[in-house]
């Protein structure tokens, strides 16, 4: 069975600035993807960025980017530049290769401020 | 390009009622899951659907069932409503046999017990 840890508290971060989201994972699993989701007020979850388990580089989506370091279990997002519309709940998940089934941490509330 | 779509947005049931959610797909997606999210919480994997079947399910009760239709378009059933079964319900589709980085997540279906 896999796990998701994210403990940060609610997080005020200032406009233009980056932001750092932790996240760490058990899984007995040779083979997984890690994911990172946005979910605003409204509820829909936004997909934001994707990295397997083999991948060697650090994953990258425009302002997203993921630090990843198998060693350590650990899949931190980091966001530049935030923006008011980051203001949102951020939730890492993983899952087993192929069958789209999503174990998600508790979350991360981010709030960007002027 | 329609994406996900759910029905109710919210609705309210008492104890011991039973509840239908509807789900309809993304365009050319033929697999569908369900999520249950208290509040607080992450999402948590209810089942999935391929095929009309259920391939896939959670750590959920009997209580909960489900059905796939020819077009794709999907229910979640809840009998016997406790209490607890109050949450956002989730929906998102994928093709089969994609990565989960394809997901697609509706909206939701949020419903309280009383």
């Known amino acids: 069975a896999q796990k998701i840890t994210q403990t940060q508290p609610g997080m005020f971060v200032q406009e233009k600035e980056a932001v750092t989201l932790d996240c760490t994972y058990d899984?007995?699993?040779?083979?997984?993807?890690l994911f990172w989701y946005k979910q605003p007020s409204s509820g829909e979850m936004i997909f934001l960025i994707y990295?397997?388990?083999?991948?060697?580089q650090n994953a990258t989506e425009g302002r997203y980017s993921l630090n990843f370091q198998k060693a350590r279990k650990s899949a931190n997002l980091v966001i530049s530049a935030s923006q008011l519309g980051d203001s949102a709940m951020y939730f890492c998940a993983t899952d087993q290769y192929g069958n789209n089934r999503l174990a998600f941490g508790k979350g991360n509330q981010v709030v960007v401020i002027p | 390009d329609a994406g996900v779509t759910q029905s109710p947005t919210h609705l309210i049931k008492t104890r011991g009622q039973q509840v239908t959610l509807r789900c309809s797909p993304k365009s050319g997606h033929d697999t569908v899951s369900w999520y249950q999210q208290a509040l607080g919480q992450g999402p948590q994997f209810i089942f999935q659907y391929y095929e009309e079947e259920e391939r896939q399910r959670g750590n959920f009760p009997d209580r909960f069932s489900g059905h796939q239709f020819p077009n794709y378009s999907s229910e979640l059933n809840v009998n016997a409503l406790l209490l607890g079964d109050s949450a956002l319900y989730l929906c998102?589709?994928?093709?089969?046999?994609?990565?989960?980085?394809?997901?697609?997540f509706g909206a939701g279906s949020r419903l309280t017990v009383l």
């Open positions: 990295q397997g388990s083999y991948d060697e």
């Open positions: 899984t007995s699993d040779q083979s997984y993807g």
């Open positions: 998102a589709s994928s093709p089969q046999f994609s990565g989960a980085n394809v997901l697609t």
